[in-house]
């Protein structure tokens, strides 16, 4: 038994040598079978099916769990976000979750 561990940031993607380990190490676990324990045991089939009943709720949500705005940034702060690579609109995401969840951080700005 065994876990495997794999840390990227949103947007990175992993390096293919990180690629080749994780292939190899899942391939090394599918030769073991999976040990079920009692702080950890096999879903049942009403447990499955409630999860899929809240999948579904989920999806039917009206709201959007993020919404597309228009959004009017200076050119060298957009090169910044832009120079993190794909995923950078998620990077500004958290950045700005971040700010408005220290509001001290707010009052530095005013």
Do not use: W
């Given at each position: 038994?065994?876990?495997?561990?794999?840390?990227?940031k949103?947007?990175?993607?992993p390096?293919?040598?990180?690629?080749?380990?994780?292939?190899?190490?899942?391939?090394?676990?599918?030769?073991?079978?999976?040990v079920?324990?009692?702080?950890?045991?096999?879903?049942?089939?009403?447990?499955?099916a409630?999860?899929?009943?809240?999948?579904r709720?989920?999806?039917?949500?009206?709201?959007?769990?993020?919404?597309?705005?228009?959004l009017?940034?200076?050119?060298?702060?957009?090169?910044?976000?832009?120079a993190?690579?794909?995923?950078?609109?998620?990077?500004?995401?958290?950045?700005?979750?971040?700010?408005?969840?220290n509001?001290?951080?707010?009052?530095?700005?005013?």
């Open positions: 038994m065994g876990t495997i561990v794999s840390t990227i949103v947007g990175q993607k390096s293919k040598e990180e690629m080749v380990r994780i292939r190899g190490e899942l391939q090394e676990a599918k030769k073991h079978p999976i079920y324990t009692e702080d950890c045991p096999e879903s049942t089939p009403e447990a499955l409630e999860f899929a009943a809240m999948a709720e989920l999806r039917k949500r009206k709201e959007p769990l993020r919404r597309v705005i228009a009017r940034l200076k050119p060298d702060v957009l090169a910044k976000y832009k993190l690579g794909k995923g950078y609109t998620g990077i500004m995401a958290d950045v700005l979750n971040y700010v408005v969840d509001p001290e951080i707010l009052s530095k700005v005013h």
